[in-house]
């Protein structure tokens, strides 16, 4: 018997202190038995008695010190872990969370390390009924939860699953920490330095597993064009390589339910006539800074203007950002439908801190599918966790037309 249901991993960092706030403010220190952990007891002191009290445990531990983390990770039943970037600090985590049979969860978008971690751990997981859940934030959960959403809805509808799925981010406003913005860096510098990091992001089915690595879907949208099923200038969606994969993975693991050549795809819409052309110029600019070679010169200028890690969106700037992200279905040659998924605050911080948490305790106190190993929000938790991003964590599911 495990004596913690939940500790959070990096309640220092900047999601971290947020999800251990949101904890605390919704389930307290006595409904739930949780912990923070992190490198620093006076930064964990502060965070503790800035947004939790003194009945909440600390563990100190370090992310290269297999010993210092075996002394939380074997205590608890999940590990919700916001140290990034993963591909850096999280592996050897994820390895003592299969070796002392812990669930984990996380906010990663880093899809070469997600593929590690199946090549290395999924089979060993799926043998011991763990779960190792990835990218519960903003990457991947509208996304992965939305099309799981959409999928079982049109299969009561309709006797038979949608056969593409088009997501459209039609409006979004929120920040960028540093922490988010160093993983972006870190992950460049992967991709440029090793070409099978490079093959993994290049690839539409790059977390599939490795004898179902195919499909009908092609790359991510890498230009500006016009979209008649949006009636909208449509351009590349910065979270559009790891939300895809997400979906994919999902599709795979379930014996592809959706079918084989089920297609999903992601942009961003900017409206329509020659305001919303040059609407997707402006923002692909800034795309294509974040993008650059991360060792040019050009780059060095470009991250003297970002936020440090640590540094991220204020409390009025969380409250104020949202996110309506449309879902353009067809559903054979002669149906199709519309959906959306909405979240009521900004998508990478005041929501994915909700529905981080609210996954670590989907995890530790819901019956959930016997699914198994290096899996996906939609594919571990299923309905239980579309329940809870519904009445607890300000996301709004809904099929508009049938």
Known sequence: MKKFDIIIWGATSFTGKLVTEYIFNNYGSSKIKWAIAGRNLDKLEKVRSQVADKNIPIFIADSFDEESLSKFVKKTKVVCSTVGPYSLYGTKLVKLCVDNNTNYCDITGEAHWIRTLIDNF??????????IVNSCGFDSIPSDMGVYFIQNEIKKAHKNYARSIKMRVAGIRGGISGGTYGSINNLLKEAHADRNVFKVLNNPYGLNPKDKMEGMDKKDLRKIIFDKESNSWIYPFIMAGINTKIVRRSNALSNFKYGKDFRYEEATMSGKGISGFWKAILAVFPLAMVGLNPNSFLKKIVNSFMPKPGEGPGLEKRKNGFYNLRFYITIDDKKKAFAKVIGDSDPGYGSTSKMLAESAICLAFDKLPENYGVV?????????LLDRLNGNAGLKFELIVK
């Open 376 to 384: 996906t929000p939609s594919f571990s938790m299923g309905d239980k």
């Open 122 to 131: 999924h089979e060993e997981a799926k043998s011991k009924k763990i779960k």
